[in-house]
């Protein structure tokens, strides 16, 4: 795993390694606004149940953003106490930027794209981009868990 890349928990900073290594993983990749707060990172917040009895150890949900707006953003809407998801800061891009899913950064715009990714340990399995950052068709709780199991299938 590169190990130059951070991302952040408030002011921690956590190499991949640190975020990814032995646990089987859905990351998630959010830009913002109320289809994150009220349905995409909140599906996956409300899940722990199947979450676990799917096999899944952790859902990484990452945004560009500074560290504290992220951990503020996520104590607002209760994600820092969820059981299973961890909210995390790409504060530079550099991460969403690997994956290349960023997006040139518009007046209102989102700096990243709407997207789901089976990771394994680290490597990742499968990947799964909304068409647009309003959508929440493929990246959407119930469309990952078939997409985990997919993937051990």
């Not at 995409?40 to 096999?55: F, R």
């Not at 992220?70 to 961890?86: E, N, Y």
């Not at 995390?88 to 040139?104: I, K, M, V």
């Not at 007046?107 to 340990?121: L, Y």
Request: charged content about 20%; some cysteine; aromatic content about 8%.
């Amino acid at each position: 795993m590169r190990q130059d890349l951070r991302l952040y928990s408030g002011d921690k900073a956590l190499t991949l390694a640190e975020v990814f290594h032995s646990f089987k993983t859905l990351l998630v990749g959010f830009p913002g606004g109320k289809i994150c707060t009220e349905q995409h990172v909140h599906g996956y917040a409300q899940s722990a149940a199947e979450l676990k009895a799917a096999g899944i150890d952790k859902v990484v949900a990452v945004t560009v953003a500074p560290p504290q707006e992220v951990a503020a953003w996520a104590a607002q809407h209760g994600f820092d106490k969820a059981d299973m998801v961890q909210v995390l800061s790409d504060r530079s891009g550099a991460f969403t930027r690997l994956l290349g899913l960023e997006q040139p950064a518009g007046p209102g715009g989102p700096p990243c794209q709407r997207f789901a990714a089976v990771v394994d340990n680290g490597i990742l399995l499968r990947l799964k981009v909304e068409q647009s950052p309003a959508e929440l068709k493929v990246t959407d709780i119930k469309s990952m868990l078939k997409t985990f199991a997919d993937a051990y299938a």
